[in-house]
């Protein structure tokens, strides 16, 4: 029910808080009639339940009062039988001692049964000078009781039952109670004691004890307070086991209430007492009020959760009826506000809103409509003021095939009850647009009409398409359009019995246009590229860029594979013509390119397309700048070439790769400069593979960036194991390719290599290719002036067959440069190789560069290049490339010259 006010301005977050106050002013009433009804119900309940509670316990608590008054009177009437019972032996002891013509003989007694054997109670006569003379306790041992305060009592004449204990039997060594009477003489003088022992388990035991729980009690107390003797259920003892001081009895009998902290045990008890008529004893009775309330407690409990269930019930019940009431209340005064603001938001609306009578014939047929109402905006649309508009006739209105299409859509209207759709504004028309959707719907006799001018949309939905099917680059169609296009073009095809030609296009080398001359230049060539295709396809044909350097071209209505062969050549021939990017001119590709044709060689669109890629692959394999029709046969290669690519990716889990070392020697001395680490394939089957069978595959699928890696970490590691053998060491160069390069992490994987294995700089040189350094680009800049601090040194690699230039060498200050094979084998052939060979020597020395002569490989030109003054060489004639164990000799050797070239040049001895 609330109104969302957090973003408004302040005015109108006033006008809403005041929309609230009135709306809850209004209907208060209903609203909280709901939750005042819950909280007085949830009273009421709560207090029945505290009352009933309250009266259930009350009753708990006046059972329990006389259940403890009922023990305690029916044990107070078995302790005045069992003491009387012990008041008859003494006096019959009494009786028979006093008696001259009876010999009392306890023993003899006991043995005839006159006394009861059971145990806990024996009777026995003291003689007035304390000693024991007879006894049902055997056998008779010597005791003497003359200082014992019973003794001592009825000595100063007391002739009553006196009552002892529980005190310690020397005998028994368990706690009795003793009951003594006065023996006289004839004349009435002290003649001794009777004495009847009883254990505490004969006075304390209760017939009733089952009704007795573990803390519950019955004791028995002198009636000044102390004890003689409790019991509880299955115990029963002398000790205080439950009240912590001996209580006061004020009245014969009672019942109280005591607190827990009389007792041990921390738990109050409901105590009854009464105390024997005839004897100075209290029977007393104690009743736990854990146990007394237990069962009460356990109902309570369960009744405070059933009101606590019933409070939450009324809650949600409370809180529904609120909601329900404050949403049919909010929902009455919306309808309100609806009708009251329903003229204004319609003449403010950006639809017009129609309401249409329909005009009947005599015989009841609709024959035109009239316009009952309407908004401005309805005026508007058709160029018209409302007071005009009021009570015009669409046949006034319309004429023609228009007021035709318009008169169907509303009988439709008016058949069925709806009618919508979307219309492009034919010409001419009253309407003003382009595009309008109009949505007619039948209202009692009559028709309401919407119409929305949707222009503005649907030219944002066709931008939206043609961006979505336009290469944002070259505004060619892409990928996304054809796929839509190609089964439409198929179809087409199938239907005439035509044919069709799928060509796959791919710009061989385009990846050095951008390595060299950077992306941007990149993006001019792919420009001009699509120009070039547009030109050389008919009207009807399709050219497509699919992505990166990849185009698709649809030929339509094909009739022999010679036409396509025809198109595809000069398509090649095209795009062999020079470009002009990047202000240089003289930037050449080629074009390698796949054909597939239907039905032939596919029913789909998707089909056509791979089978055209596959084509594609085994032009570019063939030599590139060339075509390929595709044939079942070209599937079998892609396949090789992908069993391939999968054999390179375990080769580099399993680390089945191994590093060769070649030479570079002194052109003049033979002796060992440096050398080079060459990566192998150690294959678990064919065995050694050559670079040439895996170095392409490795950059087509980015797999070079693991195995650049790889080679970096074993040349290391190896350094520093030559190192640890003390052999010699020379520095050692590593190849890195352009896609490692481009990639900007190779100085931190060379550097942590170092850093791991600690190498030194001065052992370690980075080869690359003349296509990585002359690229424009941030991340290529940053790798050099990063190796540059790393202090490695740096060579370009088959110099003389990229795009360096003397400005490049100057600016990125390598330290040697590498010529390409391809110079040394012409040496010893013709002058101009010589010459040109002589020129690479003199613009180095110019640069202070150290030049290498590679491919080496006969004596002949190793004297040419002695007689240039090479730098250094290194190929076949000196080294091949050698296992690391082989190169730690060559280390140890030093002059690596053959030994007849040596002698000749007085470098060794003869």
């Known amino acids: 029910m609330k109104i969302p006010d957090i973003g408004l301005p302040k005015a ?22 709901w939750p005042a009804a819950g909280l007085l119900l949830a009273c009421l309940l709560w207090g029945s339940v505290l009352t009933v509670l309250e009266r259930d316990r009350a009753k708990v608590r006046e059972d329990a009062f006389r259940q403890a008054e009922s023990l305690a009177r029916a044990y107070a009437v078995q302790l005045e039988r069992t003491v009387g019972y012990i008041d008859q032996i003494s006096l019959r002891l009494k009786h028979d001692w006093e008696d001259p013509y009876v010999i009392l003989n306890l023993e003899r007694q006991q043995e005839r049964g006159l006394y009861p054997d059971i145990g806990q109670m024996n009777a026995s006569i003291i003689d007035r000078s304390g000693e024991l003379v007879t006894s049902t306790l055997k056998p008779l041992q010597r005791q003497s009781f003359r200082n014992h305060p019973s003794f001592l009592e009825h000595m100063a004449g007391e002739p009553g039952l006196l009552i002892a204990g529980p005190e310690n039997s020397g005998r028994l060594q368990v706690p009795v109670f003793r009951f003594t009477r006065r023996l006289e003489d004839i004349d009435g003088s002290f003649a001794g004691v009777a004495l009847v022992t009883v254990l505490p388990a004969y006075l304390g035991s209760f017939y009733d004890e089952a009704v007795l729980s573990t803390d519950d009690f019955v004791s028995v107390r002198y009636s000044n307070g102390p004890l003689l003797v409790t019991t509880s259920r299955n115990r029963t003892g002398t000790e205080q086991m439950f009240y912590r001081e001996d209580p006061a009895f004020r009245t014969l009998a009672g019942v109280a209430y005591e607190k827990a902290d009389s007792f041990h045990d921390g738990r109050a008890r409901i105590v009854a007492w009464k105390r024997l008529e005839r004897y100075p004893l209290v029977a007393m009775a104690g009743l736990s009020e854990k146990r007394v309330f237990a069962a009460y407690n356990a109902s309570a409990r369960r009744t405070f959760a059933l009101a606590t269930v019933g409070s939450v019930l009324l809650f949600l019940f409370a809180s529904v009826g609120m909601v329900l009431s404050a949403r049919l209340a909010w929902r009455r005064q919306k309808e309100h506000e609806v009708r009251e603001t329903y003229r204004l938001a319609v003449d403010a609306a950006k639809e017009g809103f129609y309401m249409l009578v329909p005009l009947r014939d005599a015989t009841g047929t609709v024959v035109d409509y009239q316009v009952a109402d309407c908004n401005e905006r309805a005026a508007t649309l058709v160029g018209m003021g409302r007071a005009n508009l009021v009570g015009a006739t669409m046949g006034n209105l319309y004429s023609g095939s228009h007021a035709q299409a318009i008169f169907e859509k509303l009988r439709e209207a008016m058949e069925t009850g709806y009618y919508e759709d979307e219309l492009r504004v034919p010409s001419p028309s009253l309407l003003k647009a382009e595009w309008v959707h109009r949505k007619v719907v039948r209202s009692g006799a009559g028709l309401a ?4 001018d949707i222009s503005d949309i649907k030219a944002h939905e066709q931008a939206l398409t043609n961006m979505a099917n336009a290469d944002a680059l070259t505004a060619l169609p892409n990928r996304h359009w054809l796929s839509s296009y190609l089964p439409l073009a198929i179809e087409q095809a199938h239907a005439s019995h035509g044919g069709l030609a799928l060509l796959f296009i791919d710009l061989d080398d385009f990846k050095n246009i951008n390595d060299t001359l950077g992306h941007g230049a990149g993006d001019e060539l792919l420009k001009a590229a699509a120009e070039r295709l547009r030109s050389l396809v008919r009207g009807s044909d399709r050219v497509v860029r699919l992505g990166g350097d990849e185009f698709t071209i649809v030929l339509d209505g094909v009739r022999s594979a010679e036409t396509v062969a025809r198109v595809a050549r000069s398509i090649i021939a095209a795009l062999g013509e020079p470009f002009t990017v990047a202000r240089t001119s003289g930037q050449r590709v080629q074009a390698s390119i796949g054909i597939s044709m239907y039905p032939q060689d596919g029913r ?15 032009a570019k394999a063939a030599g590139k700048g060339r075509y390929q029709f595709y044939h079942a046969h070209l599937s079998d290669r892609l396949v090789l070439r992908i069993n391939r690519e999968q054999a ?16 570079r020697v002194d052109t003049a001395t033979g002796r060992l400069c440096s050398m080079e680490a060459l990566v192998r394939w150690q294959h678990p089957e064919r065995g050694m593979v050559p670079p040439v069978e895996f170095i392409d595959v490795a950059e087509d699928t980015g797999l070079i960036l693991e195995l650049g890696g790889i080679v970096i970490e074993k040349a290391c590691a190896q ?14 160069s590593i190849n890195v390719s352009a ?8 100085t931190d994987i060379l550097a942590d290599a170092m850093r791991r294995h600690e190498v030194d700089p001065e052992l370690v040189g980075v080869e690359l290719t003349e296509s990585c350094m002359a690229g424009e680009h941030d991340t290529v800049a940053g790798e050099m002036e990063g190796l540059r601090r790393l202090g490695v040194k740096l060579l370009v690699d ?6 360096s230039s003397l400005s490049q060498l100057q600016r990125l200050n390598v330290d040697i440069l590498k010529v390409d094979r391809a110079f ?23 640069l202070d560069i150290c030049i290498v002569a590679e491919g080496v490989e006969t004596a002949e030109q190793l004297q040419a290049l002695q007689s240039l003054e090479c730098d250094e060489v290194q190929g076949h004639f000196v080294s091949r490339p050698v296992p690391a164990a082989e190169m730690a000799a060559l280390m140890l050797k030093r002059f690596l010259f053959p030994s007849a070239m040596a002698q000749h040049r007085g470098i060794l001895p003869a």
């Open 739 to 746: 896609l490692q390069f481009n990639d900007g992490h190779v």
């Open 798 to 803: 088959d110099f003389g067959t990229g795009y």
């Open 719 to 732: 350094i520093a194991r030559w190192k640890a053998e003390g052999l010699p060491v020379v520095p050692v």
């Open 604 to 618: 789909d669109g998707d089909t056509l397309l791979k089978h055209a890629d596959i084509a594609m692959y085994a």
């Open 648 to 663: 390179l990716r375990q080769a580099i889990e399993r680390d089945e790769f191994i590093l060769h070392y070649q030479p």
């Open 449 to 452: 009409m919407t119409i929305r």
């Open 824 to 846: 040394t084998v012409t040496l010893g052939k013709d002058a101009e190789g010589t010459a040109l060979f002589k020129a690479i020597v003199s613009m180095a020395d110019a």
């Open 12 to 33: 109108a977050r006033q006008a809403a808080t005041v929309r609230r106050t009135g709306f809850l002013r209004k209907n208060a009433r209903a609203i909280f009639l």
